[in-house]
């Protein structure tokens, strides 16, 4: 079995240990059912948010809260080891441009605990602008961030290691998270050879059942790191898996958007 990451927009991060229940219960089921390892999380905006779902985790998983970011990520320890020279992820701030991402990304660097594995991945979680519609000026700054994110971040983090960050043979850069754009825009944007895939529907439509959007994605190098994908990406039907087509409950427990994962390694 490979290396599973999951990104996930949980809507609202302020939760506590009684009323969301349910909430923690469909994380930890993810994890059992889906073999998730890493998960990256959007609008995680709570200080407490990170806290309080490793309390409701088996005690090796790891995490941490951001300084005024709504992005972080969780990981299992036996699994994956956080190896940047810090040893936790960060806001990435460390690119060239004069225009700035309105959230910077959360960048994490991860290697195989579990095996001797001479590789790691580098893990770019954004949450590109909406703008609260959908006219052609709004979607054009969208692209922007995206022109942005898969081009002078994407650049910036994929670099051979050197002195204290380590000496890995084998780098996987990649892209994850809420871009606020679908598949076929995001592909014009950005480096030629950075691919955005996933194009399943992955949020819940206002009113009624079913989805719409296809906001959540993937992008990587598919000529340099296509052979390392085990499994493509693709959504997790969470509202009819989890739920039993329960749209209203999911949307009112868990969230707005569905997970999304893909296997490495």
Request: glycine share 8%.
């Given at each position: 079995m490979g290396y599973r990451i999951c990104?996930?927009?949980v809507l609202r991060s302020v939760r506590g240990d009684d009323k969301d229940r349910e909430f923690y219960g469909f994380i930890y089921d993810l994890i059992r059912n889906e073999g998730i390892d890493i998960f990256a999380f959007q609008e995680a905006k709570n200080i407490n948010f990170i806290k309080n779902l490793l309390r409701n985790l088996p005690n090796?998983?790891?995490?941490v809260s951001l300084y005024n970011s709504e992005l972080s990520f969780i990981w299992n320890s036996y699994r994956v080891k956080e190896c940047s020279r810090?040893?936790?992820?960060?806001?990435?701030?460390?690119?060239?441009?004069?225009?700035r991402l309105i959230r910077?990304?959360?960048?994490?660097?991860?290697?195989?605990?579990?095996?001797d594995i001479n590789y790691e991945f580098r893990l770019i979680n954004i949450h590109l602008l909406h703008g609260g519609?959908?006219?052609?000026?709004?979607?054009?700054?969208r692209?922007?961030?995206?022109?942005?994110?898969?081009?002078?971040?994407?650049?910036?983090?994929?670099?051979?290691?050197?002195?204290?960050?380590?000496?890995?043979?084998?780098?996987?850069?990649?892209i994850l998270g809420d871009y606020n754009?679908?598949?076929?825009?995001?592909?014009?944007?950005?480096?030629?050879?950075?691919?955005?895939l996933q194009e399943e529907a992955t949020t819940l439509k206002k009113e009624g059942k079913g989805y719409n959007n296809s906001y959540d994605h993937f992008s990587y190098?598919?000529?340099?790191?296509?052979?390392?994908?085990?499994?493509?990406?693709?959504?997790?039907?969470?509202?009819?898996?989890?739920?039993?087509?329960?749209?209203?409950?999911?949307?009112?427990?868990i969230s707005d958007h569905i997970p999304i994962k893909i296997e490495v390694l």
């Open positions: 990104s996930f927009n090796w998983w790891r995490g810090q040893g936790e992820p960060r806001v990435f701030v460390d690119y060239s441009s004069k225009y910077e990304p959360a960048y994490g660097r991860f290697a195989p605990a579990d095996f519609n959908n006219f052609p000026e709004t979607v054009a700054v692209k922007i961030e995206c022109d942005i994110a898969k081009g002078v971040i994407y650049q910036a983090v994929d670099k051979p290691p050197t002195g204290k960050d380590g000496k890995f043979n084998s780098v996987f850069t990649m754009l679908d598949c076929l825009e995001c592909n014009t944007c950005g480096l030629s050879n950075i691919v955005t190098d598919v000529v340099v790191n296509g052979s390392a994908v085990r499994i493509p990406p693709s959504c997790i039907d969470a509202v009819n898996d989890y739920f039993k087509g329960d749209f209203t409950q999911y949307r009112q427990e």
